[in-house]
């Protein structure tokens, strides 16, 4: 357990310490009321049998047991799970690349070097892997989520963390309709641990309690008897609260803070507050404020009916929201309830295994063609029973009783079976929306154009999935952005294209509350906004070709390091074009310097011959104005 569940407020480890009884209460009714409530039931039901036709587990007890007192075979012809493969290789076909666009063009610095600082955490978190993960389980289930949390282990090293949580140990509030859960006002994270680590976890926690518990009808369930685990929650959750709004006088800022904080602060201001770097500030006046209602989140921990692990106010701020973001596939409204590209293959699926199976039953039963004769009429009729399959075998018949002889036809299998069993096969594809074109497969010698509009078509009926999916990447980034933010103090090396190459930055090195520059999040705010790009090979070979053509166009404009970051050569060779360039420049600068000291020997023989003032001599061997020794 341990990081991943417990935040940055103070542990409490004990029972509603800090937290009134009403609210707690309060709230675990609202998440039993949400893990019984429709668009939940129908989603675990379904995920389930989602997952088990996706790995072939696509009969119940009581058809294989109706499969096996006939006698016939229980074979499964998986056609979903290509299928499925197959969106979750697109997705994974790009690397998509975040960066913030400047609003306005004296913004291009900032939004460059933002960009660059959400590449490099993307890329050290591994976060487009999380994304594919919380995608693939998507396109099955219908839902999951990736969920970012701080480690803070070491409190001077925050460690911003992010995670995938399966769709079954999550809950959302029912009433939410948004994929961003902007208008959801609770989301519940199960931790399911073994009773070793929850008694380390919650020292002098009541197990017995916690297993009557579990039979306690109305009440939620903290206790796995199957597996004997124990369930730890981490609810977050949104209450509304009255505050003020003011001008922070420490940084100009406007700000908000609840009544009993302000109150406290402005006692502070008016006896005055000393600060950090010596210097001091008293107001003369109350703080002028404006009071207004305003959703708090706050989160709690706990295990058990009773027991308090944690809790406290959002300890992220800047997020305005939850910290994780939700995918999902596509939504049933009627019930409220996402589903994957399974929901819809699951019938067809089951009709094809019934089909293929009963036309295997009849190949393997049907009777083969007879022999039919009058007794007698057949004189080799024992060589035929042993010997009738060889390709050389005669059959001798009797004189005379050749019309005695004939042979009945063996029954045909209607045609139906294999017309009926590609319409299903295209019912598969189309529930699923991958069709034969979009995985490369044509009947025909078609045209590379027409192959790829047929493939342009096919895309857009999986808009709706693949959308859903951009959103979810970018609240993702977003919230990785805003904990950047807040939490990042350690110095990165970010790389910065252009001329200025590498630089140190670190994105939050103030660490004075009262200094301008602490935990600033008024960066993004209005100047930058966040898209998306794929990132590919392609991309830097274009942007390689259009430096190229430039320094072509314009010799000497573009520098040989720019156009070496680009291109696709390796290290070494690039450190030997490097060295070569730094001792052609050099070289060269040294027969500027030869030339130069040849002149002047020449001019000084030429002055000793003219018998001038030695004086003059010196001045002519002073630099000129704009010229240097080197």
């Known amino acids: 357990m341990g990081s991943e569940i417990t935040q940055t407020s103070e542990s409490l480890a004990g029972n509603f310490k800090g937290l009134a009884s009403e609210e707690f209460y309060s709230l675990t009714d609202k998440i039993r009321k949400a893990e019984g409530s429709k668009a939940e039931t129908v989603w675990r039901d379904e995920s389930v049998e989602d997952y088990q036709y996706y790995a072939g587990d696509q009969d119940s007890a009581e058809v294989l047991e109706a499969l096996e007192e006939q006698d016939r075979p229980a074979t499964v012809f998986n056609e979903i799970k290509t299928r499925v493969d197959t969106l979750i290789g697109l997705a994974g076909q790009h690397k998509y690349s975040h960066k913030m666009n400047p609003v306005g063009p004296e913004d291009a610095a900032l939004a460059e070097l933002v960009s660059n600082a959400i590449y490099h955490y993307r890329r050290k978190l591994k976060l487009a892997d999380k994304e594919l993960s919380c995608f693939e389980h998507t396109v099955k289930s219908g839902r999951s989520m990736l969920w970012f949390y701080v480690d803070m282990q070491n409190p001077f090293k925050p460690k911003i963390t992010p995670k995938r949580i399966p769709g079954d140990q999550f809950?959302?509030?029912?009433?939410?309709?948004?994929?961003?859960?902007?208008?959801?006002?609770?989301?519940?994270?199960?931790?399911?641990?073994?009773?070793?680590?929850?008694?380390?976890?919650?020292?002098?926690?009541?197990?017995?309690?916690?297993?009557?518990?579990?039979?306690?009808?109305?009440?939620?369930?903290?206790?796995?008897?199957?597996?004997?685990?124990?369930?730890?929650?981490?609810?977050?959750?949104?209450?509304?609260?009255?505050?003020?709004?003011?001008?922070?006088?420490?940084?100009?800022?406007?700000?908000?803070?609840?009544?009993?904080?302000?109150?406290?602060?402005?006692?502070?201001?008016?006896?005055?507050?000393?600060?950090?770097?010596?210097?001091?500030?008293?107001?003369?006046?109350?703080?002028?404020?404006?009071?207004?209602?305003?959703?708090?989140?706050?989160?709690?921990?706990?295990?058990?009916?009773?027991?308090?692990?944690?809790?406290?106010?959002?300890?992220?701020?800047?997020?305005?929201?939850?910290?994780?973001?939700?995918?999902?596939?596509?939504?049933?409204?009627?019930?409220?309830?996402?589903?994957?590209?399974?929901?819809?293959?699951?019938?067809?699926?089951?009709?094809?295994?019934?089909?293929?199976?009963?036309?295997?039953?009849?190949?393997?039963?049907?009777?083969?063609?007879?022999?039919?004769?009058?007794?007698?009429?057949?004189?080799?009729?024992?060589?035929?029973?042993?010997?009738?399959?060889?390709?050389?075998?005669?059959?001798?018949?009797?004189?005379?009783?050749?019309?005695?002889v004939k042979f009945e036809q063996q029954p045909t299998i209607s045609s139906i079976y294999q017309t009926f069993g590609l319409d299903i096969q295209n019912s598969i594809k189309d529930a699923i929306g991958v069709p034969d074109n979009l995985m490369g497969i044509t009947a025909s010698r078609e045209p590379g154009v027409t192959l790829e509009k047929k493939q342009l078509y096919a895309f857009a009926v999986l808009y709706i999935l693949f959308g859903n999916y951009a959103r979810a990447r970018l609240r993702g980034t977003e919230i990785l952005f805003r904990l950047m933010q807040q939490y990042v103090t350690e110095a990165e090396v970010i790389r910065i294209e252009g001329p200025t190459g590498e630089q140190l930055v670190e994105i939050n090195s103030q660490m004075n509350p009262q200094s301008e520059g602490f935990n600033d999040i008024s960066a993004g705010e209005f100047d930058l906004e966040l898209g998306e790009t794929i990132e590919s090979s392609t991309m830097r070979q274009a942007t390689a070709q259009i430096l190229v053509d430039y320094a072509h166009n314009n010799p000497n404009s573009v520098p040989p390091d720019i156009l070496l970051e680009y291109t696709e050569l390796p290290y070494s060779v690039v450190q030997r074009i490097r060295e070569y360039h730094d001792s052609v420049r050099q070289q060269e600068q040294a027969n500027i310097e030869a030339d130069r000291e040849l002149k002047m020997l020449e001019l000084r023989v030429e002055i000793i011959k003219s018998g001038r003032d030695p004086e003059t001599l010196k001045l002519l061997e002073q630099p000129k104005e704009g010229e240097s020794n080197g």
């Open 171 to 404: 809950v959302v509030d029912p009433n939410s309709t948004e994929l961003d859960m902007s208008d959801a006002t609770f989301v519940a994270i199960d931790v399911w641990v073994e009773k070793e680590q929850l008694e380390v976890a919650a020292p002098g926690i009541d197990i017995e309690s916690i297993h009557l518990g579990a039979r306690e009808h109305g009440k939620l369930s903290y206790y796995n008897e199957i597996d004997n685990l124990y369930r730890i929650v981490e609810c977050w959750y949104k209450v509304w609260k009255r505050v003020y709004w003011f001008q922070n006088p420490l940084t100009g800022r406007l700000e908000w803070l609840l009544p009993k904080e302000l109150k406290a602060f402005e006692r502070s201001l008016l006896a005055g507050l000393e600060l950090p770097d010596g210097s001091g500030i008293k107001l003369k006046h109350p703080i002028v404020y404006k009071e207004s209602t305003k959703q708090i989140m706050k989160y709690v921990i706990f295990a058990g009916n009773d027991y308090i692990l944690e809790h406290g106010t959002d300890p992220y701020p800047n997020l305005e929201g939850f910290p994780g973001a939700l995918y999902g596939a596509y939504k049933d409204d009627d019930n409220n309830s996402w589903f994957g590209a399974i929901r819809m293959a699951k019938d067809p699926q089951f009709g094809f295994n019934t089909m293929r199976r009963q036309l295997q039953h009849l190949l393997q039963t049907l009777p083969k063609g007879m022999l039919v004769h009058e007794v007698g009429a057949v004189l080799n009729i024992d060589d035929y029973e042993e010997n009738s399959a060889k390709p050389n075998f005669h059959l001798e018949v009797a004189k005379g009783q050749f019309d005695k």
